[in-house]
């Protein structure tokens, strides 16, 4: 059973396409979460949504949006890629608590060439 | 403001030695903190978490860390490394709307 899965898991594209990610979480949690990881492994917040809600936006360039039709699901749209947005994109979920902890997808490294 | 530092990107240790990974943080509201490890092309995984009450907490494949709020330090330790303990370790702390603030990781060598 897996627990937060997100596809597809590896994507390369070219500059200027749009692309998605898929997130959904089976884990019953009311919040998601769009990390992203550079290539020195840094791991950075880049949305959160709570039942829906957007509830964290970080300085994130509007090319990027995320779409959350349940709280089951984060679904991330890319468009005009850019090689710079290279990296690993990691679907997350948690409950609204500060005591406990998120679970992580298995990432989707994305490649633009 | 909140932050957290790991010292040392990389550390490596013999099999069978000591392990410590260091972890400082700061933070404005009472911390609650956490350990996870990254083993290549994976995602995050949970070793362990401070939140209230013990300060020494123990986790998954032998790892435990002690919160120090004097120091403001979350060291994470191991008796014994084991060559399967070679990953990217993770501190981080949660803030307000459970914002994760993660360290920059430390990546950790186990020679055999």
């Known amino acids: 059973d897996t627990a937060v899965s997100q596809t597809p898991k590896y994507l390369v594209t070219q500059m200027g396409n749009d692309k998605s990610i898929k997130c959904e979480q089976n884990l019953g949690h009311d919040t998601m979460y769009w990390y992203k990881q550079d290539s020195k492994k840094f791991l950075k917040i880049m949305f959160s949504y709570n039942n829906k809600e957007l509830i964290i936006n970080e300085t994130v360039p509007n090319r990027f949006s995320p779409k959350s039709p349940d709280k089951a699901h984060l679904n991330l749209h890319i468009n005009s890629l850019e090689l710079g947005d290279s990296a690993v994109y990691f679907c997350?979920?948690?409950?609204?608590?500060?005591?406990?902890?998120?679970?992580f997808g298995q990432g989707t490294r994305l490649t633009v060439v | 403001a909140q932050s957290v530092t790991q010292l040392g990107s990389h550390v490596s240790v013999s099999e069978g030695a000591l392990v410590l990974l260091r972890c400082n943080y700061s933070s404005s509201v009472p911390p609650y903190l956490f350990w996870y490890v990254q083993y290549p092309n994976q995602g995050l995984q949970l070793l362990l978490k401070y939140t209230t009450g013990a300060t020494l907490v123990k986790g998954i494949n032998g790892f435990e860390a002690e919160f120090k709020k004097s120091e403001t330090s979350f060291h994470l330790t191991k008796p014994s490394a084991h060559m399967s303990d070679a990953a990217e370790y993770f501190c981080?702390?949660?803030?307000?709307?459970?914002?994760?603030?993660f360290g920059t990781g430390t990546s950790l060598t186990v020679i055999p």
């Open positions: 997350a979920s948690s409950h609204l608590d500060r005591r406990t902890e998120a679970f």
């Open positions: 981080a702390v949660s803030e307000e709307r459970n914002q994760f603030y």
